[in-house]
């Protein structure tokens, strides 16, 4: 979806080193979110951010930090990257619509993450 | 804890013939369900959703059924084509969560 953009789109890095996933969103939503993609494993929740001074842990938080630093870009750190960090890495938004039920996230294109 | 599973992991169909996805959830309380196409290289692209009052909902060429009592949920695709190639998520949308749990995908090829 054009109106998510992810930044870089491939990336190699090496072990130890301080890497920064850049995220942003036209379409206006409140809600950011980061996925990580493993072959077999679906997508996994790494941090979700509803509003701008909202940030909430995902179920594979360990390694990771985020900074929203606007209500458009939602941005993922990995501090000290390792190999088992080599996955595909999705942004999405949703619309915090207040209708129950309905949060359908739109994903951004992925960064396609190697560390060596 | 939560989970959403799918069935099959690959699915073949002739082209022009249908196809069924099948995806079991087990949190009586999602009260949201999805399907997401993955085309190679690409992010997940909604395709259509459900909510838990309704049993069956249909799109362009696809339809969505939901079994509460079984927790099952299907995607059908009609007369499928080359273009319908993709790996198939389904999501599930935890009542109260506010948050998507995805299954782990089924990889949907279209043959000649």
């Known amino acids: 979806d054009a109106d998510v953009t992810q930044t870089p789109r491939n990336r190699i890095t090496k072990t130890g080193k301080r890497i920064m996933l850049e995220c942003s969103q036209t379409?206006?939503?409140?809600?950011m979110y980061w996925y990580r993609q493993d072959p077999g494993l679906g997508l996994r929740l790494i941090y979700y951010?509803?509003?701008?001074?909202?940030?909430n842990k995902g179920e594979i938080s360990d390694g990771y930090s985020v900074s929203r630093q606007a209500q458009a870009k939602f941005s993922l750190s990995l501090e000290s990257a390792i190999p088992n960090q080599t996955a595909l890495y999705f942004c999405?938004?949703?619309?915090?619509?207040?209708?129950?039920?309905?949060?359908?996230?739109?994903f951004g294109p992925g960064t396609r993450l190697t560390v060596l | 804890g939560e989970s959403v599973g799918l069935h099959l992991p690959t699915l073949s169909v002739q082209e022009g013939d249908n196809s069924i996805i099948n995806c079991a959830y087990s949190?009586?309380?999602?009260?949201?369900f999805i399907w997401y196409k993955q085309e190679s290289g690409k992010g997940p692209q909604f395709i259509i959703d459900i909510r838990s009052n309704m049993d069956k909902r249909q799109g362009q060429r696809v339809t969505v059924l939901l079994n509460k009592t079984v927790k099952h949920l299907s995607l059908q695709i009609a007369a499928t084509q080359p273009g319908d190639s993709a790996v198939y998520f389904c999501?599930?949308?935890?009542?109260?969560?506010?948050?998507?749990?995805f299954g782990q995908g089924t990889r949907l090829t279209i043959n000649p």
């Open positions: 949190n009586s309380a999602s009260d949201y």
């Open positions: 379409k206006g939503h409140d809600r």
């Open positions: 951010s509803f509003d701008v001074k909202d940030i």
């Open positions: 999501a599930e949308n935890i009542g109260g969560a506010q948050k998507l749990v």
């Open positions: 999405a938004t949703s619309d915090l619509s207040g209708r129950r039920g309905t949060d359908t996230q739109y």
